[in-house]
């Protein structure tokens, strides 16, 4: 079993990327199943059904959000409609959608969530640290393999969140910074981590975002849109490989994956 787990997909570009490029890269690597962060999927802020559509299609097997899962105004009256979607799992349990994905894949029932940091973020949620907890115990009667997501800005949060999980969920990763980090492992009670995946988006860019707008908003503080980059675009990530009938990887790779003009 072959997991490729995707960081957010930007806007447009990053959605057109995995239209065209994802199949072929799951059959030439052998992928049985995918997962992507979708919070960025709807012109670099939030997603709708419609973009949520066109991701699976794509060859996506189950998305996930982060703090931008609101900002598409209608969406809240959608997600409950998206089989494939989870919203935050700390989010107030008021929110729509659903908490968690258990996904057949292949005869193995594969348990999905992602939960929002605390440290320099946004949204008012109850404790990742909790709350993922008590996902993972309620998923380790139900689900094969356990794949846990934190979204947050501080690395020591995400680091802390692997540690944590630490031979209970097969893979914990991040999300939310953009930026891939170097730290992809598998740790020492057997889970796979890394601190941020990275993006599926334009990488000619401040985040996915274009670089003159972004640099105006720190040279002279004065507000403006920040459209959506269109150049370098490619997909990042990990692959997690897991022996039969195990529930901790017994490999991991970092993906950094665009097409060479
Ligand atoms: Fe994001
Ligand atoms: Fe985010």
Known sequence: MR???????????????????????????????VIANGENAAGGA??????????IASGVDAITLGDHVWDQMNFNHEIDSLESVCRPANLPDSNPGRDRLIIDCEGLKIGIFSVLGRTFMGPKVSCP??????????????ADLIVVEI??????EKEAMGWYLDGRASVVFGTHTHVPTADGRILRHGTAYQSDL???????????????????RFIDG????????????????????????????????????????
């Open 198 to 216: 990275g993006m599926t988006g334009p990488r000619e860019s401040v985040l996915g975002r274009e670089i003159d707008a972004c640099l105006g």
């Open 222 to 261: 004065m507000p403006r849109k920040c459209p959506v980059a269109q150049e370098d675009v490619g997909m990042q990530g990990c692959v997690v490989e897991f022996a039969e009938g195990k529930k901790l990887p017994s490999g991991f790779g970092r993906i950094d994956f665009r097409m060479v003009h």
């Open 151 to 156: 979204h947050a800005e501080a690395t020591s």
């Open 129 to 142: 640290f909790l709350t993922a907890d008590r996902i993972v115990s309620e998923l380790e009667n139900n």
């Open 46 to 55: 939030g997603i709708t059904s419609k973009t949520a559509d066109e991701i």
């Open 3 to 33: 997991l490729l787990i995707l960081g957010d997909i930007v806007g447009r570009p990053g959605r057109s990327f995995l239209k065209t490029n994802l199949e072929k890269y799951r059959q030439d690597n052998l992928i049985d199943f």
